[in-house]
């Protein structure tokens, strides 16, 4: 059973420049206790995505413009405020980017980590310091008893990400959504941060949905993944089923874009072109343009997810129909 | 043949005042400390390091960008160091730079003509058709459409920008670049686009360069060979595939091991080896080789005495004093 059960969510940006389709029909499904990745380059619609659940788009210029998002018998998109408020920060948490603006600089870290525990749940303040101390601990901070009343610019980039972490899952939450959590930190810190949230994830039994833009992350990280391109979910399969049998030409494109380690070539395969702007509708796929294996069809034809082989959905409508096997592109085009 | 650039004992020290009415200096920040390098004519290079190791103060201080405490920078035979301030501007033709943010790096105020003519001229002084002409030459080079010139920066996206900045760095014709992160702020499918763009270019018109990144990946794709930086210091040079495929330094193999490679089965069959704490402050240098606070292999001797940077291997060198035992 789904622990989280998103459909057709559709969240809009009415802005000068015209209408922004952030998110554009979206569906997914997150288990008890499983890793989500949504990985895709920026303007995709994945943080767009996250924010909705949670309420934190800016209304206006944002509007979620259809969809429901069933969590446990409550739809968070069509609920309450104070209902909403009961669940962030308790239920689901959110990490952010970058540690250093998501943290108040102004507050020491223990009011900062108390705080969740003095809204969520009625315990006094001594008792929640002490919860608080013990989640920094938990989080691989030495000498978490005395650093507690330090405030953020005395950490390190890596320590301030650890202290995000210890925030969110204070309260423990069932559902942890991780937005690029990694991308600010130096490798080898990023190694410890995705160690400690894998090692935490196993001992609280919290779900994860964990947005990147890194497939190697993905790849070492997460069970399931959905692919995102221009504000759409293209690809949504196991991970392994993700890498090893690409089903949409975005993905296998964007997997032999990449320089990796342990590949070696000469060229790099490249994807023609830009992004598709948002803020005009798209008739057809919005990767057709970019896409080597696109036909006429595929510019007018609305794309649908759908399961093309079993428990994995692509939305590429040339693969569903059988019309392609592989969707990998033979060759390398040119450097320019 | 001597080499095409000679980086000879490099220091960089920002020094770190106290007090305002008797200000004093109470230490320094060792960004760039000693450092030797041979680039070969035609070569690129990779330096790769974390945030802070002074990869960009290297880079800065080899542009003349700032004034070097000490060692020298010799391009094609002349020290760059030693010469005065004007005619190192006459110089600068032969060495540029590219930038890691393309929306910062180009004048907002300027179109495109207006930043590629500037550059051209100082090269060469053309005018009218002729310049117009080279301009359009440029663009094309970079994979750009000649009748955008007179459009300004905002107008394209930050790959088309990085574009832009890599035709102004070939304008005045340089023998070589430096580039600082180029393909950092650009999204995936762009990154490769602008990859293969520098690639092409170097092969072409037999640039040498010295190519940032802390991505190893990407660095390894890229360059001939990879220097490694840590705390202000190379810790081990040698040929890119060879650092990759099997490191030598304990640091190198423990940044390799960190990056995740995007394949989940060879992701199962890899041990990662996660390095405790955070890398040192260069304003307190731990004693010995810096690496020593973090690294599993070290011993007493580590703690003492600031390994040298020598030859383990035919082409390969490195900073550690237990290779043959490790």
Do not use: W
């Amino acid at each position: 059973m789904s622990l989280l059960e998103v459909e057709n969510l559709r969240t809009y940006f009415y802005t000068r420049g015209g209408v922004i389709r952030a998110v554009n029909d979206v569906s997914f499904s997150l288990s008890r206790g499983e890793t989500l990745g949504i990985v895709g380059e920026s303007g995709s619609g994945k943080s767009v995505t996250c924010y909705s659940l949670l309420g934190l788009i800016p209304k206006p210029p944002g509007k979620i413009v259809s969809g429901c998002a069933n969590f446990d018998g409550l739809d968070l998109l069509n609920c309450r405020e104070s209902e909403l408020r009961q669940i962030r920060g308790k239920r689901i948490s959110m990490i952010f980017q970058d540690p250093m603006t998501s943290l108040n600089p102004y507050m020491r870290i223990s009011d900062q980590l108390v705080e969740p525990l003095l809204v969520h749940e009625k315990v006094s303040r001594s008792k929640a310091f002490a919860k608080a101390v013990a989640s920094l601990e938990e989080v691989g901070i030495q000498d978490a008893g005395s650093r507690i009343n330090l405030y953020p610019h005395q950490f390190s980039g890596g320590m301030r990400q650890r202290v995000m972490i210890a925030m969110a899952l204070i309260s423990r939450p069932e559902i942890l959504i991780a937005d690029e959590p990694t991308t600010a930190l130096d490798v080898t810190v990023q190694a410890q941060i995705l160690e400690l949230i894998k090692q935490r994830q196993k001992d609280l039994g919290t779900s994860v949905i964990f947005i990147t833009h890194d497939l190697g992350v993905v790849a070492s990280f997460c069970k399931d993944v959905n692919v995102m391109y221009a504000g759409r979910i293209v690809e949504s399969a196991s991970t392994d089923e993700i890498f090893v049998r690409p089903t949409h030409p975005y993905n296998a494109a964007l997997q032999q874009s990449i320089p990796a380690l342990h590949k070696k070539g000469e060229l790099l395969f490249t994807i023609p072109g830009l992004p598709p702007d948002l803020t005009s509708e798209i008739p057809g796929c919005s990767f057709a343009p970019r896409c080597a294996h696109a036909i006429e069809r595929c510019k007018d034809e609305s794309p649908s997810l759908q399961e093309a082989t079993p428990n994995h959905r692509t939305s590429c409508a040339r693969f569903q129909r059988g019309e392609i096997s592989d969707v990998r592109i033979s060759g390398v085009v040119s450097a320019l | 043949m001597s080499a095409f650039l000679e980086v000879d004992n490099l220091k960089k020290h920002f020094p770190i005042y106290r007090g305002t009415v008797f200000r004093r200096q109470v230490g320094s920040v060792k960004a760039v400390d000693g450092i030797d390098l041979e680039i070969k004519t035609g070569e690129i290079l990779g330096l790769v390091g974390e945030s802070g190791c002074g990869k960009s103060t290297l880079a800065r201080t080899i542009m003349q960008l700032m004034p070097i405490t000490d060692g020298a920078v010799v391009l094609e035979g002349r020290d760059l160091s030693k010469i005065s301030k004007r005619a190192i501007r006459a110089e600068r033709v032969n060495f540029q730079m590219i930038f890691q943010d393309p929306y910062a790096s180009l004048n907002p105020r300027m179109t495109v003509y207006d930043t590629l003519s500037e550059a051209i001229r100082t090269r060469q002084m053309l005018t009218g058709k002729a310049i117009v002409m080279k301009v359009a030459e440029l663009m094309k080079t970079v994979g750009l459409p000649a009748n955008q010139m007179r459009r300004y920066p905002h107008e394209f996206s930050g790959g088309q920008r990085q574009r832009i900045a890599i035709a102004r760095a070939l304008a005045p014709e340089p023998r070589l670049i430096i580039a600082d992160e180029p393909v950092s702020a650009l999204d995936v499918s762009i990154q490769s686009q602008i990859l293969n763009l520098i690639l092409s270019l170097c092969r072409e018109r037999e640039l040498t360069m010295i190519f940032i990144s802390h991505d190893i990946s990407v660095v390894k794709y890229i360059s001939d060979r990879i220097a490694v930086m840590y705390l202000g210091r190379l810790v081990e040079v040698g040929p890119a595939a060879q650092i990759v495929d099997r490191p030598l330094h304990p640091y190198t193999r423990a940044l390799i091991s960190a990056v995740p490679v995007p394949d989940p089965r060879v992701e199962r069959t890899r041990r990662r080896i996660i390095l405790e704490g955070d890398p040192p402050s260069p304003t307190n240098p731990p004693s010995g080789c810096p690496f020593h606070p973090r690294c599993s292999y070290a011993i007493d001797a580590c703690k003492e005495q600031r390994p040298p940077l020598e030859e383990k291997e035919p082409n390969r060198i490195a900073a550690c004093i237990r290779i043959g035992e490790i």
